[in-house]
């Protein structure tokens, strides 16, 4: 195999900003990112693949830095890989060698944790399973996700110590103004967030949906994700 592999790690993407607002929000530009990458080879080019085509290689083997141009999707993944080669090699387009593999594809959700669900709550994750029709009846989620695992992240009137917090709202380790998801909560309490890892999926589009029980075994109305492709 003319692509190498070994030696390289800690490959990096990053959009390219087009304009700085202030509180380090920025307007990126589109279709464009800068890939960087770590090596210990020596006397080699460098070739950068996006989703298994070839972007662009190289002029330097001290080069760990490219400016590749990326699809603009909303419902897809894009894979980009970096491989040494012999200088001989830098302007061949060896794609044909790549294999994908699909062993590891995961989806992350990041769920809201709103000062407003009560203690004790619980969440259950549910899917499609790729069908178009979530399946309400097997859960993803094989031990339900404590949403206010300790008694200290819960906020509210009473669950922590009397008036030393903001807008009748009583708290010790809850997430506060400025340092969650702002305005995302009431009372000027900011909301944090709880991520949820899916196990192992084949390549497909994917719906998921996420549903609230409380202490006594009610349940919320199910919040529906948009359908996630995976590569």
């Known amino acids: 195999m003319s692509l190498i592999t070994n030696g390289i790690h800690s490959v990096r993407a990053f959009t390219m900003p087009v304009g700085i607002w202030p509180e380090d929000k920025y307007v990126a530009l589109p279709q464009t990112a800068l890939v ?3 090596s210990v080879l020596n006397d080699v080019l460098y ?16 080069q760990r830095q490219m ?3 990326v699809p603009t999707s909303f419902t897809s993944a894009v894979r980009i890989e970096v491989f040494g080669v012999q200088p001989e090699y830098a302007d061949i387009d060896l794609s044909s060698e790549l294999s994908i593999s699909v062993d590891n594809n995961r989806i992350k959700l990041i769920l809201p944790r709103n000062q407003t669900i009560p203690p004790c709550a619980t969440i259950q994750i549910y899917f499609d399973n790729g069908s178009g029709q979530i399946d309400y009846d097997n859960s993803l989620t094989q031990t339900p996700i404590q949403v206010w695992p300790s008694w200290q992240d819960k906020a509210g009137f009473g669950m922590s110590k009397f008036g030393y917090s903001d807008f009748g709202y009583d ?21 944090d967030t709880i991520e949820w890892i899916s196990p192992v999926l084949d390549a497909g589009i994917y719906k998921f949906a996420i549903v609230v029980f409380d202490k006594a075994g009610n349940e919320s109305n199910a919040i529906e994700t948009e359908a996630v492709a995976l590569i």
């Open 171 to 191: 708290s010790s380790a809850a997430v506060g103004f400025g340092k969650g998801c702002f305005g995302e909560n009431p009372f000027g309490m900011d909301e």
């Open 67 to 69: 400016i590749v141009s």
């Open 47 to 62: 070739q950068v693949y996006v989703n298994g085509k070839h972007a662009g290689t190289t002029v330097h083997s001290s």
């Open 36 to 38: 960087q990458w770590c």
